[in-house]
């Protein structure tokens, strides 16, 4: 409870000092909000749409890639920590593991799902 | 050492390290890219130009744009310095430990290195403008490539400590730093940790060809918030490197925190410089050299490292 | 009061903040100012506190300068430079401070930002109207401009329509306008794209900026270009070649900003301005470097491939040279034949060989210099100029702006400006004849 306690205030008091900065640069530049100002940059043309849309991730294979390495990492974690008492069979079990990963990887490059454009 | 401290100057001390190590890149930025382009300038100069173009910025009023996520954005670059700062509170300064103990050191930088992803998503989507949608998007998968290779590399660092808690890990190191017990480690380190930072080559998300991508609506005091949290991201990427690749404390002559500051600016020289020498990759590039490339070279680092320990 | 003026002293060091309009017979200029280290040059206008016109402002960059200006935060400012042209005063910018000589711009800029900070030079506001782009407030159940998820024009905007994408899904498709002052691209170029996630679907160019002049104007105030003179007059190829071996460096310059290596950019730029056959040896350093780091090439092999069809309507030049067309105007001038020249090709015909074969014809050019002696070029009507081949007719850029539209689909952001950057453009050069022809 000790270190969440001490990143809870770190994390207040980083927020109050960002948020006093702000304050302080906002009194010695009031806001001065007009339709022109706040049209957003498109380079001289102000844009026809709303940026926000069903942005198309192209990567998403990628990142289900990722996905299985990501919990594949979780593993790893206390595998390390415990390696040097379990030995071999610790680095052979999880050779094992990692090799059917990496096939995963090759069969992923060679379907080209690592490039999007 | 938070107990030996207290709370207040464990503060002041992470909050002024966010300050001055983002202060430090910057001149270590303009310095190198002055050597670099070979169109030199006093030294006094140097370092003051960082000075005088935050008290530009703060100068400056922060424009908002029409419809914009505001609490995302006004939040953004502090949670990209917080995290900062939760790297740096955990770099040991000596045996005694860092100014937050964490027991899982290299799962919390892990952690970083994935809430990154959100600090700067939530950067570009807020303002609801096309340039610093992309950027945010781009960083996405930027991230999820970088990702793996760092916390692999960390990972084969646990092994000869047998622990996730950095000062372990540094202690480790005492008859041989890991930068020589596992070559491939510090440079894959260093690569992700580009990445991770945000900064050239690896700007995917603030570069040039977005005309500076999130930061495009960025004004004021939030484009200096943005810039220097980067920057303190930067230095604790390369305090992290320090720590676990290059003995940390570990040193003659000079006491622990010297050595921590000394071999940390050191590695900071080296990412300022790449950045300034390599141009960026095609995104798509830098994907599949991480997938096909960078990540299995990390398993290779883990699994030799495993077995050099077992022979 | 005390902490402003306190800031606004420490900030009086700081280089003034500038986004530049380069109007016509600005390019050149605004290569030099880029080497005053009292100035920034910015990419977003939210980052600056100086709009600088250069030259003469054609109406449609003014227009679009009046946006950017309005997006700038305060204070902010306008100055005016016409790099002597006899340009008209540019309308429609009130309180333009107006800088007279090329020596004065960066001392001129940063007092004005100075006085900007103290509050001594009053910030400009708005040139546009305080209109919304739509009406929308009160429209709706809950006053958001629409009905539903995406009726009406909420905040004053339309919301992204759906589109077929190639990979099955329907997904939101982003029309977008840039230009024709965006940063990374020549200015004046217009683009009106539609972008789906970060892949360009499709690309119509908009109108040149630079056509509503009514007369071409041959040169600039630096000296009428030495390629338009040699179309009809002899001119010595030391002064031929060592313009190109210049052009070519300050392109080089412009690709390396762009790929995040500002401080190589610099160097190029630094090497244009004092270019002479001397400094072939600092140009080749600067060629080996990039080739060693292996980085430029990481960001544009494979980038925006040419071939042979779709460069047919393009005048011989660097582009097409770089795609293995082995054609160079200056191969029918005898001046150039006793000089025993070569015509210097790459083979992929991507952005990749089209900045080799750049730098190739650069240090060619400051070989050929330095051994031209008195030798003149043979006027022929047909001029290699940096761009490629150029007549009294057609200039090489207009041809190479129409390639974008082709080139561009099915690339994503990174890869279609590195493209377009790869092209040379000049919108310029490419009304130049289309307003002699008008005449």
Redesign the interface.
């Known amino acids: 409870m000790d270190a969440v306690g001490a990143a809870l205030t770190v994390s207040l008091a980083g927020l109050g000092g960002w948020l006093l900065l702000r304050w302080?640069s906002d009194t010695?530049?009031p806001a001065?909000s007009?339709?022109?100002?706040?049209?957003p940059?498109?380079?001289?043309?102000?844009?026809?749409?709303?940026?926000?849309?069903?942005?198309?991730?192209?990567y998403y294979t990628m990142a289900l890639l990722f996905l299985a390495f990501d919990m594949e990492m979780v593993f790893m974690y206390p595998w390390a920590v415990v390696f040097v008492r379990e030995g071999v069979t610790a680095l052979v079990e999880m050779l094992m593991f990692i090799v059917i990963l990496t096939l995963g990887i090759l069969y992923a490059w060679r379907e080209r799902a690592l490039e999007?454009? | 050492m938070t107990a030996q401290l207290g709370l207040p100057a464990s503060l002041a001390l992470v909050g002024s390290a966010l300050v001055l190590g983002a202060y430090v890149v910057e001149v270590l930025d303009h310095a190198?890219?002055?050597v670099?382009?070979?169109?030199f300038?006093p030294v006094g100069?140097t370092l003051?130009?960082p000075?005088?173009?935050a008290?530009?910025l703060?100068?400056?009023?922060?424009?908002t744009t029409?419809?914009p996520d505001a609490p995302l954005w006004l939040i953004a670059p502090a949670f990209l310095a917080g995290l900062a700062a939760a790297g740096l509170a955990i770099v040991p300064l000596g045996p005694s430990g860092a100014l937050a103990n964490v027991e899982a050191g290299i799962v919390w930088f892990g952690a970083v290195g994935a809430l990154v992803m959100v600090a700067v998503y939530a950067h570009g989507w807020a303002p609801n403008s096309?340039m610093p949608l992309?950027g945010g998007?781009?960083f996405v998968a930027l991230a999820l490539s970088y990702e793996m290779p760092l916390a692999l590399v960390l990972i084969a660092a646990a092994l000869p400590a047998r622990a996730l808690a950095l000062p372990v890990i540094v202690a480790s190191q005492a008859d041989l730093w890991n930068v020589v017990r596992q070559p491939l480690g510090l440079p894959l380190y260093l690569i992700a940790g580009l990445g991770l930072a945000c900064r050239?080559?690896l700007?995917?998300a603030d570069?040039?060809?977005?005309?500076?991508g999130t930061?495009?609506?960025?004004?004021?005091v939030a484009?200096l918030a943005w810039s220097a949290a980067k920057s303190a991201m930067l230095v604790a990427v390369a305090a992290i490197g320090a720590t676990v690749f290059l003995g940390g404390w570990l040193g003659p002559w000079l006491p622990g925190p010297a050595w921590v500051v000394v071999k940390t600016l050191a590695l900071l020289a080296l990412l300022v410089t790449a950045?300034?020498?390599?141009?960026?990759?095609?995104?798509?590039?830098f994907v599949v050299i991480a997938w096909v490339g960078l990540i299995p070279l990390a398993l290779v680092n883990v699994f030799l490292s495993g077995l050099l320990l077992l022979l | 009061m005390g902490?402003?003026r306190w800031?606004?002293g420490?900030?009086?060091?700081?280089?003034a903040?500038v986004f530049v309009v380069p109007g016509r017979g600005a390019r050149e200029k605004v290569d030099e100012l880029r080497l005053d280290?009292r100035l920034h040059f910015t990419?977003?206008?939210?980052?600056t506190?100086i709009l600088l016109l250069i030259g003469e402002i054609p109406d449609a960059?003014a227009?679009?300068?009046r946006?950017?200006h309005?997006?700038m935060?305060?204070?902010r400012a306008t100055a005016c430079w016409r790099a002597g042209t006899s340009a008209p005063v540019p309308s429609g910018f009130p309180d333009a401070v107006m800088v007279d000589v090329r020596e004065e711009v960066g001392t001129v800029l940063t007092r004005l930002?100075s006085a900007l900070?103290r509050g001594d030079h009053a910030s400009e506001p708005?040139?546009?109207?305080?209109?919304?782009?739509a009406p929308w407030r009160g429209v709706g159940p809950h006053g958001q401009g629409g009905k539903g998820m995406t009726g009406g024009v909420?905040?004053?905007?339309?919301?992204?329509e759906?589109a077929h994408?190639r990979?099955g899904?329907e997904?939101?498709q982003?029309?977008?306008?840039?230009?024709?002052?965006?940063?990374?691209l020549p200015a004046g170029l217009?683009l009106d794209l539609k972008?789906?996630?970060?892949?360009v679907q499709e690309v119509s160019l908009g109108d040149n900026p630079f056509l509503s002049f009514d007369a071409a104007v041959v040169g600039t105030a630096a000296g009428p270009n030495p390629f338009e003179l040699a179309l009809s007059q002899p001119v010595p190829i030391s002064v031929l070649e060592l313009a190109r071996a210049r052009h070519h460096l300050v392109w080089l310059a412009g690709a390396?900003?762009?790929?995040?290596?500002?401080?190589?950019g610099?160097?190029a730029r630094?090497l244009a301005a004092e270019i002479a056959p001397e400094r072939a040896g600092a140009v080749r350093a600067l060629g080996r470097?990039?080739e060693g780091?292996r980085?430029?090439a990481?960001?544009t092999a494979g980038?925006g491939v040419t071939d042979g069809a779709s460069l047919a309507e393009v005048p011989p030049g660097p582009v097409s040279r770089a795609a293995g067309i082995a054609r160079d105007a200056r191969t029918s001038d005898p001046s150039y034949l006793s000089l025993g020249f070569e015509v210097l090709v790459q083979e992929e015909g991507d952005a990749r060989a089209r900045w080799r074969q750049r730098l190739s014809e650069a240090l060619q050019a400051l070989e050929l210099a330095g051994r031209a002696a008195a030798r003149w070029s043979t006027p022929s009507g047909r001029v290699e100029a940096p761009r490629g081949s150029l007549t009294a007719e057609s200039a090489p850029a207009a041809e190479l702006v129409a390639l974008i539209p082709a080139l561009l689909p099915?690339?994503?952001?990174?890869?279609a400006?590195?493209t377009i950057v790869s092209l040379d453009l000049d919108l310029e050069e490419a009304a130049s004849r289309h307003a002699a022809s008008a005449v």
Do not use: K, M
């Open positions: 302080v010695l530049n001065c007009t339709a022109p100002g706040r049209a940059f498109a380079a001289g043309a102000p844009p026809g749409v709303h940026a926000w849309s069903r942005f198309h991730a192209r999007w454009a | 190198i890219g002055r670099v382009s070979g169109h300038e100069r003051t130009i000075i005088h173009r008290a530009l703060l100068l400056q009023q922060t424009t029409e419809r096309v992309i998007y781009r050239r080559p700007d995917f570069s040039a060809d977005l005309a500076g930061l495009v609506e960025a004004s004021g484009r950045g300034h020498l390599v141009a960026r990759p095609r995104l798509e590039r | 902490v402003r800031l606004a420490l900030a009086a060091g700081a280089p903040s280290s990419e977003s206008p939210r980052a506190t960059l227009s679009a300068a946006s950017i309005d997006s935060p305060r204070p930002q900070l708005d040139l546009l109207p305080d209109i919304d782009p909420p905040y004053g905007r339309a919301l992204a759906r994408d990979d899904l997904l939101d982003l029309p977008v306008r840039i230009g024709p002052l965006f940063p990374p217009v972008v789906q996630g970060d892949v390396l900003e762009l790929h995040g290596v500002a401080a190589l610099y160097r630094r470097l990039l780091t980085s430029l990481w960001g980038v099915g690339l994503d952001w990174g890869d400006v590195t």
